[in-house]
């Protein structure tokens, strides 16, 4: 029988483990934690039986991509909720926008028909679209023309394409969404994870995992005791001598690491393409109890799953930027996640869990909380007072926690126009880490950041093709 080691048990890690061992491959997973599900756990961070999502909440790339039709983890008890309104965006005195599911909805609240222009065609060709974003992209798309649309809108600055629109709302919905590539809004390519963000928005919504996203990691783990995988936890991988062989080494590490772990069995040419690979500016993420919920004026951020708190497009493009040179602004972006609007099983006794982060620089030193709750107090007067439970954690925490975030970047590196085209290293297969069956399968390879499990699928997929070879 073939036999893989996936050494890393994050929503990647996973993914590439339950597609080896449904293919029939006897697979053992290693994951340094006590807990596995890396960036898709979710925990009581703040009180007993209040469920917070540890990292990731949110899950709009995760929807039919080929891993989950593949897996079928709805069969492994997963089950997607959504919120009312997909993505808010609250400016001062109860003005705000709101990306409902429907673009024309979405349009007729912005007043804005430059939205529909832009990203309709995007919307409606999603399917296709989504289908060709998460593979590497030196593959020819499924939808050359459907892409090319894409790359026309996706390559340019945010800053550019943002002059589209004639309304404040608009422009400052927009940043919200594109500041999710943790990239000033001035660069180029700095459009391209929110225009996808975008689309899928409108095309598929923002869900949640019901439960909390430890539901995905669950469905991923059920899968696998039913395939027959193995998984050990508490188990730090710091070279493949240190553990049995197997025919399949899958890596859901940074590149970096991956070269470490493999030692010479990886060519230096590859390893050297595998330590250039850049991490970008990073987050300080806070998790709150509030009882009944975040009093936002702009009325429609109490329907939101997320929340873009930061104001105007000019506002955020100058924090973005201050970030990205390292400087910390006094006003920084901040990402809420409200996952009890979607799933209102997660609150208790009128207390809801809130999952917060600020936009800081790379390896920034301190707690951001202060600076969240002040963020948030402007756009929601009161909110301190709601606060009953809260727990924080530094860069260096998240670094300490999940060694994939580096510097505290938890979208494990940069998304620079070349990372965000050829990541980790220009490659036709950006997988393989040369010719000893070893595999990286991490976000640092296409599509990047996000639960989605699709890194991990193509790299289990390659894994496999080279057997069939
Ligand atoms: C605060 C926060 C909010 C986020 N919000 C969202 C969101 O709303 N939506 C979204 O899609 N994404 C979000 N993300 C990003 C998302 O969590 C990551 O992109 C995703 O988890 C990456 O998955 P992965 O499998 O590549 O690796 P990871 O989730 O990073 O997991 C890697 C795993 O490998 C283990 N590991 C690493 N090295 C070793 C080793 N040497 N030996 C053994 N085990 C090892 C780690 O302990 C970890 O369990 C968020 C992240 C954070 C931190």
């Keep these: 029988m073939v036999t893989a080691n996936v050494i890393g048990s994050g929503p990647n890690g996973l993914a590439a483990a339950v597609t080896l061992a449904k293919a029939g491959v006897e697979v053992t997973i290693y994951e340094r934690n006590a807990i596995p599900g890396g960036g898709a756990r979710s925990v009581e961070a703040t009180l007993p039986g209040l469920m917070h999502d540890h990292c990731a909440g949110f899950h709009p790339l995760s929807v039919n991509n080929a891993f989950m039709v593949d897996a079928q983890l709805d069969t492994f008890g997963l089950e997607w909720a959504l919120p009312e309104i997909q993505y808010a965006h609250p400016l001062d005195y109860g003005r705000g926008a709101a990306a409902h599911r429907s673009i024309q909805h979405t349009v007729q609240q912005l007043g804005d028909p430059a939205w529909q222009v832009l990203f309709g065609p995007l919307a409606r060709h999603f399917a296709k679209l989504s289908a060709d974003v998460v593979h590497p992209m030196l593959q020819l798309p499924q939808s050359p023309i459907g892409f090319a649309r894409f790359g026309m809108r996706a390559g ?19 940043a919200g969404v594109a500041a999710h590539a943790f990239r000033p809004l001035h660069t180029l390519g700095s459009s391209a994870i929110g225009a996808t963000l975008l689309a ?60 470490d772990i493999l030692g010479s069995a990886v060519p230096d040419r590859v390893a050297s393409g595998l330590r250039r690979y850049r991490y970008g500016s990073a987050a300080a993420p806070v998790s709150l109890a509030v009882e009944g919920g975040i009093p936002w004026l702009y009325e429609p951020a109490r329907r939101a799953g997320t929340v873009h708190v930061g104001g105007s497009f000019a506002e955020i493009a100058v924090v973005e930027a201050q970030i990205a040179k390292g400087k910390m602004p006094r006003n920084p972006f901040v990402l809420v996640g409200q996952q009890s609007v979607a799933d209102p099983g997660r609150a208790h006794n009128n207390i809801h869990p809130v999952d917060a982060y600020a936009h800081v620089p790379a390896g920034y030193p301190h707690d951001a909380t202060e600076l969240i709750i002040r963020q948030l107090e402007r756009f929601a007067p009161g909110v301190r007072e709601r606060i009953v439970a809260r727990s924080s954690r530094t860069t260096a925490d998240l670094e300490a926690d999940n060694p994939n975030f580096v510097g505290g970047d938890i979208v494990s590196g940069a998304n620079s126009m070349d990372q965000l085209l050829f990541r980790p290293r220009p490659a036709l297969n950006p997988y393989r880490l040369g010719p000893a069956r070893a595999y990286l399968c991490s976000a640092a390879t296409p599509p990047g950041a996000g639960v989605h499990g699709m890194a991990g699928y193509n790299a289990a997929r390659s894994a496999l093709e080279d057997l069939e070879r």
């Design 200 to 259: 899928a928005a409108h095309a598929v919504g923002w869900p949640v995992a019901k439960g909390g996203s430890q539901a995905i990691v669950d469905a991923m783990l059920k899968a696998l005791d039913h395939y027959g995988a193995t998984v050990v936890t508490d188990a730090h991988i710091s070279s493949v001598a240190d553990i049995p062989t197997a025919d399949i080494v899958m890596l859901n590490t940074g590149p970096a690491a991956a070269a």
């Design 156 to 174: 340019l600055p945010a800053n550019v394409l943002a002059k589209a629109f004639r309304t404040d709302e608009a422009q400052a919905l927009f």
